[in-house]
C-alpha cells in the first residue's frame, strides 16, 4: 500500500525553525516529483516547495522562497521540509504528495498521492 506519512509538526514562535519528515512506503521515492503543501483554516490548499527526487532539483512558492528548504533521503525513502525564520502565516497544516509526473510545478491536482498531513503553528 502506497502511503506517506508526515511528522514533526508543532507550536513554535515567530522566528523560530521546524522540520518536517515525510516518509514514504510502498513504493521507493525514486524517479518521482514530490512536493509540500499547506492549508490553513478557511483557506485553499497551497503549494510550498516541491522536488524531482532523480536530480533533487527544487522549486519553492515566493512566500517561502529563502527561508525554507526542501531534501530528500532516498536511502532512507524520506524527503524533508526544514523551515526557518517562521512567521504567523505559516500557520497551516502541512501536506507531502507525489506524482509521477518529473515536473517542478506546484499544481494540487498534478499530483496523485497524499499524507495526512501534520499541523505547523507558529505564535507567540
Known amino acids: 500500500e502506497v502511503q506517506l506519512v508526515e511528522t514533526g509538526g508543532g507550536l513554535v514562535r515567530p522566528g523560530g525553525s521546524l522540520r518536517l519528515s515525510c516518509a514514504a512506503s510502498?513504493?521507493?521515492?525514486?524517479?518521482?516529483?514530490i512536493g509540500w503543501f499547506r492549508q490553513a483554516p478557511g483557506k485553499e490548499r497551497e503549494g510550498v516547495s516541491c522536488?524531482?527526487?532523480?536530480?533533487?532539483?527544487?522549486n519553492y512558492s515566493d512566500s517561502v522562497r529563502g527561508r525554507f528548504s526542501m531534501s530528500r533521503d532516498t536511502a532512507k525513502n524520506m524527503v524533508y521540509l526544514q523551515m526557518n525564520s517562521l512567521k504567523p502565516e505559516d500557520t497551516a497544516v502541512y501536506y507531502c504528495?507525489?506524482?509521477?509526473?518529473?515536473?517542478?510545478?506546484?499544481?494540487?491536482?498534478?499530483?496523485?498521492?497524499w499524507g495526512q498531513g501534520t499541523q505547523v503553528t507558529v505564535s507567540s
Open positions: 504528495a507525489f506524482t509521477t509526473v518529473l515536473l517542478l510545478r506546484l499544481w494540487v491536482p498534478l499530483y496523485e498521492h
Open positions: 522536488l524531482t527526487t532523480n536530480d533533487g532539483r527544487t
Open positions: 510502498g513504493f521507493t521515492i525514486e524517479d518521482y516529483t
